[in-house]
């Protein structure tokens, strides 16, 4: 019983410090918060976007909402819908990893995701 309660806390404590290194990586950012909608304010979007990830001011980008839908009755049907909410133009790039946007359509909202197309 000790041997599985120490196998169980030696995880926690590495999963703990995982996700605690997770935030300021690179890779969370490439691959976890980008395009994500971080804050809008009068009509101006802060983006988890930025010089690093192609970004540059003039740019239009669509808006997108995911959602989940409800519970399919066999497993090869999507259980989330994507849904195109709006457009934003980029006016500010911030730094290489944050954009300042205006909103030109749609309902745009915190946690929403702008596509970024290379």
Known sequence: M?????IGLLFVTLLVSMAGCATNSPTYHKYIMRGQILEVDDNIAYLCIGSSDGASVGQELTVVKHGRMPTPARFSEPRYKREEIGKVKIVEIVDEHYAKANVLTGEVKVN???????
Not at 2 to 6: A, D, F, I, M, Q
């Open 2 to 6: 000790k041997k599985r309660t120490l």
């Open 112 to 118: 929403y995701v702008v596509e970024l197309r290379k």
